[in-house]
């Protein structure tokens, strides 16, 4: 019997791909293409929406000329991608009316600054489970409507049609006619109730966003509409969809409270997964939903770090240290420790769970021993240090105290990084066969709603550990560690 196949599109936010994988989990094809950043002033970021579509678009295409037979076989399409990043297109045209404006953006920061000074956080949490930082969708969207020239006339007639990049995919990928969400982008904007699972009326009135703007909200698993016929050779169905950190929960197959994934890419992000109750947090992390299916939300506690391997791509690109980011592990070992040396990456800003969108990066403790080799360690050490602080944070949140942390994204390629994390933990860490855990997740999704899988259980049995790394650092070591990394976040704290 010929086996089916499951496409998953992964927009990320350096690069659009599109994977194909076997109903085993195992990757067939895979197609990717670099995304541009633009940086028009200090703190703002921005992406071309067309050049998101088209590389997604290019990419689907190349994967199904590649391997024609396996491509006739999908059975689904599930998309996952950059969270919060906002796209406003105009319905009419199906144009976009901007560049997109990217989650890493700290244009609002200051609005964002008087919303707490006005004493609308504690509502923004209750209602969101986020935060009043420049983050989230919804101060960028308020911000376009507010600043570019007759959006905000345009937005009330309901001319103008707003997203996330789950949302602009969908809208193009089904020609123009499928205008919706899922729950967990949607949670992602700072509009959604997370505890009725609606667009929120009050945090719309606070941000004056109009709903004429808004897509419609589905679960994880469900039908998204097909692609259009001329797109990819035949109608597809879209069957499942969740932002990135999500989606990379489901790969990982974190199914039971208290169970962890770790991502390290751009940024980092850690997921715990708390079960069916909508929990605060009371150490400011963020409550999210993990995954909606069949109208049951099973919730989230989330902690993001703005910048993980992005650190590494400065002290490639900006200072010029290595040629290649997987040379930083062979720098890194090369000196025995860090000598002193901590760098603080917070290049556009403090995430969880101090959250300072003011703070700027900072290497500490350097002496003239100090050479290349220590603020390179300095800056893979951070990564576990700053997941220490997201650990310490989600232990007094919740009675979890995982037994392993799942690790997966672009770093964890580097052993240095993963042993220190086992090391600064105190836990074991384990590493997927398949480190493409987003993309995986996507394609889980579209496959419980195409039926190539009969539930989450099923997803347990495609997750194989590859590596895992045990602590081996005595008590004292990890404490005096931590402590200078403590030491030289002081000043960054507000
Ligand atoms: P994203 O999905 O956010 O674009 P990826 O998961 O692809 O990111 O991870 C890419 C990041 O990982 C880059 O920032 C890169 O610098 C870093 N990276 C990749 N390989 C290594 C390595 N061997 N050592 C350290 N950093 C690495």
Same mark, same amino acid.
């Given at each position: 019997?010929?086996?089916?196949?499951?496409?998953?599109?992964?927009?990320?936010?350096?690069?659009?791909?599109?994977?194909?994988?076997?109903?085993?989990?195992?990757?067939?094809?895979?197609?990717?293409?670099?995304?541009?950043?633009?940086?028009?002033?200090?703190?703002?970021?921005?992406?071309?929406?067309?050049?998101?579509?088209?590389?997604?678009?290019?990419?689907?295409?190349?994967?199904?000329?590649?391997?024609?037979?396996?491509?006739?076989?999908?059975?689904?399409?599930?998309?996952?991608?950059?969270?919060?990043?906002?796209?406003?297109?105009?319905?009419?045209?199906?144009?976009?009316?901007?560049?997109?404006?990217?989650?890493?953006?700290?244009?609002?920061?200051?609005?964002?600054?008087?919303?707490?000074?006005?004493?609308?956080?504690?509502?923004?949490?209750?209602?969101?489970?986020?935060?009043?930082?420049?983050?989230?969708?919804?101060?960028?969207?308020?911000?376009?409507?507010?600043?570019?020239?007759?959006?905000?006339?345009?937005?009330?007639?309901?001319?103008?049609?707003?997203?996330?990049?789950?949302?602009?995919? /969908?809208?193009?990928?089904? !020609?123009?006619?499928?205008? @919706?969400? $899922?729950?967990?982008?949607? +949670?992602?904007?700072?509009?959604? &109730?997370?505890?009725?699972?609606?667009?929120?009326?009050?945090?719309?009135?606070?941000?004056?966003?109009?709903?004429?703007?808004?897509?419609?909200?589905?679960?994880?698993?469900?039908?998204?509409?097909?692609?259009?016929?001329?797109?990819?050779?035949?109608?597809?169905?879209?069957?499942?969809?969740?932002?990135?950190?999500?989606?990379?929960?489901?790969?990982?197959?974190?199914?039971?409270?208290?169970?962890?994934?770790?991502?390290?890419?751009?940024?980092?992000?850690?997921?715990?997964?708390?079960?069916?109750?909508?929990?605060?947090?009371?150490?400011?992390?963020?409550?999210?939903?993990?995954?909606?299916?069949?109208?049951?939300?099973?919730?989230?506690?989330?902690?993001?770090?703005?910048?993980?391997?992005?650190?590494?791509?400065? /002290?490639?690109?900006?200072? !010029?240290?290595?040629?290649? @980011?997987? $040379?930083?592990?062979?720098? +890194?070992?090369?000196?025995?420790? &860090?000598?002193?040396?901590?760098?603080?990456?917070?290049?556009?800003?403090?995430?969880?769970?101090?959250?300072?969108?003011?703070?700027?990066?900072?290497?500490?403790?350097?002496?003239?021993?100090?050479?290349?080799?220590?603020?390179?360690?300095?800056?893979?050490?951070?990564?576990?240090?700053?997941?220490?602080?997201?650990?310490?944070?989600?232990?007094?949140?919740?009675?979890?105290?995982?037994?392993?942390?799942?690790?997966?994204?672009?770093?964890?390629?580097?052993?240095?990084?993963?042993?220190?994390?086992?090391?600064?933990?105190?836990?074991?860490?384990?590493?997927?066969?398949?480190?493409?855990?987003?993309?995986?997740?996507?394609?889980?999704?579209?496959?419980?709603?195409?039926?190539?899988?009969?539930?989450?259980?099923?997803?347990?049995?495609?997750?194989?550990?590859?590596?895992?790394?045990?602590?081996?650092?005595?008590?004292?070591?990890?404490?005096?560690?931590?402590?200078?990394?403590?030491?030289?976040?002081?000043?960054?704290?507000?």
């Amino acid at each position: 019997m010929t086996q089916p196949t499951l496409l998953a599109i992964d927009q990320g936010t350096t690069s659009s791909r599109a994977i194909l994988f076997s109903a085993g989990g195992d990757i067939i094809a895979v197609k990717q293409k670099q995304l541009t950043l633009h940086y028009p002033q200090k703190g703002w970021v921005e992406q071309n929406a067309d050049e998101i579509w088209d590389d997604t678009l290019w990419a689907c295409r190349s994967i199904i000329k590649e391997v024609p037979d396996e491509a006739a076989r999908i059975a689904g399409i599930g998309i996952t991608n950059q969270r919060e990043t906002v796209i406003l297109w105009d319905r009419e045209t199906g144009r976009p009316v901007h560049n997109a404006i990217v989650w890493q953006d700290r244009r609002t920061a200051d609005f964002c600054q008087s919303l707490k000074q006005d004493g609308h956080e504690p509502l923004i949490t209750e209602r969101s489970g986020l935060l009043a930082d420049p983050y989230f969708s919804a101060t960028k969207v308020k911000w376009l409507l507010d600043n570019v020239e007759g959006l905000r006339e345009k937005a009330e007639g309901g001319a103008l049609a707003f997203g996330t990049v789950d949302s602009w995919l /969908l809208w193009k990928l089904t !020609g123009g006619s499928v205008h @919706a969400t $899922d729950a967990t982008n949607a +949670a992602r904007t700072m509009l959604f &109730n997370i505890r009725t699972q609606q667009w929120d009326d009050a945090l719309l009135s606070l941000f004056n966003i109009p709903r004429s703007i808004l897509p419609d909200v589905k679960d994880n698993v469900a039908d998204f509409g097909h692609s259009a016929p001329d797109l990819l050779g035949r109608a597809i169905p879209i069957g499942g969809m969740a932002g990135d950190q999500q989606a990379a929960l489901v790969g990982q197959a974190c199914f039971a409270p208290g169970m962890v994934k770790s991502t390290y890419g751009t940024g980092c992000f850690a997921l715990m997964n708390i079960g069916k109750e909508c929990k605060e947090s009371r150490h400011r992390l963020l409550t999210t939903p993990a995954y909606r299916i069949n109208g049951e939300t099973t919730y989230a506690i989330e902690g993001s770090i703005f910048v993980a391997g992005a650190a590494i791509q400065w /002290l490639r690109d900006g200072l !010029g240290l290595f040629k290649d @980011a997987a $040379d930083s592990e062979m720098l +890194a070992t090369s000196v025995s420790d &860090n000598n002193g040396v901590y760098f603080v990456p917070a290049f556009t800003g403090l995430g969880a769970p101090h959250w300072n969108p003011y703070a700027r990066a900072a290497i500490s403790g350097l002496t003239r021993e100090s050479t290349a080799a220590h603020i390179i360690r300095a800056a893979l050490e951070a990564q576990a240090y700053q997941t220490l602080d997201l650990m310490d944070a989600m232990h007094s949140d919740t009675s979890h105290d995982p037994a392993v942390i799942r690790a997966d994204g672009g770093l964890v390629a580097n052993n240095f990084v993963c042993q220190f994390l086992a090391d600064m933990l105190n836990k074991p860490v384990e590493i997927p066969a398949v480190t493409e855990t987003t993309a995986l997740g996507a394609a889980c999704l579209a496959g419980l709603q195409s039926g190539v899988y009969g539930g989450l259980h099923e997803l347990e049995n495609i997750w194989q550990c590859a590596r895992r790394y045990e602590p081996c650092i005595g008590a004292n070591d990890r404490k005096a560690l931590y402590e200078g990394w403590k030491k030289a976040l002081e000043p960054l704290i507000p």
